[in-house]
């Protein structure tokens, strides 16, 4: 069963303006990590942002923030003031604790593609 | 800081050769874990090493073995070479196995089967 659901495959934004990035996820954990990368075109996957499944407040990273709903098992990205070098492939992943199943491995979404326009 | 280091960067081979890859983790990370990205699609999971010893292996058929070395440093070994094995190998490194710790990605390895 998919544990990772991003539901737009792509979306086009104006530079400056902010931008949602959807992620729902599934698990019966209660101790799980919720994370987001970027991955532009030269492969490389970069950290942007953690939430913790016991956190309290929702993640802030610069100009990156995670819209953490526990309840509805959401984890939306936003990025605000987009740049032109945000234009990129953005995962959205879950870890969860360490069992037989899972063996704490990064779960991946099939990812969102971001194109920012002048 | 180094970042987690891989090599090579690309990778040309013909069917039924055998592949190895190579790992350096960020300086204090003793977790390792490999990762297969066939273009269009997320990451999947193949192997995650902690401490020297396998924690975790994936869906993956027996072609694919790993191995951790005392360094933490980590080889991810394919044979018997399918054109189905073309992917970008992304290899992370993170201090353990616990979901609260953040894995920091590599440049990735393009593999390309002929």
């Known amino acids: 069963a998919q544990k990772i659901t991003q539901t737009q495959p792509g979306m086009f934004v104006q530079e400056k303006e902010a931008v949602t990035l959807d992620c729902t996820y599934d698990t019966s954990d209660q101790s799980y990590g919720l994370f987001w990368y970027k991955q532009p075109s030269s492969g490389e996957m970069i950290f942007l942002i953690y939430?913790?499944?016991?956190?309290?407040q929702n993640a802030t990273e610069g100009r990156y923030s995670l819209n953490f709903q526990k309840a509805r098992k959401s984890a939306n990205l936003v990025i605000s003031a987009s740049q032109l070098g945000d234009s990129a492939m953005y995962f959205c992943a879950m870890r969860e604790a360490m069992t037989t199943d899972s063996w704490g491995k990064l779960q991946f979404g099939a990812g969102t593609q971001v194109v920012v326009t002048p | 800081d180094a970042g987690v280091t891989q090599s090579p960067t690309h990778l040309i081979k013909t069917r039924g050769q055998q592949v190895t890859l190579r790992c350096s983790p960020i300086s204090g990370h003793k977790s390792v874990s490999w990762y297969q990205q066939v273009l269009g699609q997320g990451p999947q999971f193949i192997f995650q090493y902690y401490e020297k010893e396998e924690r975790g292996r994936g869906n993956f058929p027996d072609r694919f073995s790993a191995r951790q070395f005392p360094n933490y440093s980590s080889e991810l070994n394919v044979n018997a070479l399918l054109l189905g094995d073309s992917a970008l190998y992304l290899c992370?490194?993170?201090?353990?196995?616990?979901?609260?710790?953040?894995?920091?990605f590599g440049p990735g390895t393009r593999l390309t089967v002929l």
């Open positions: 992370a490194s993170s201090l353990s196995w616990s979901s609260t710790d953040t894995q920091y």
């Open positions: 939430q913790g499944s016991y956190d309290e």
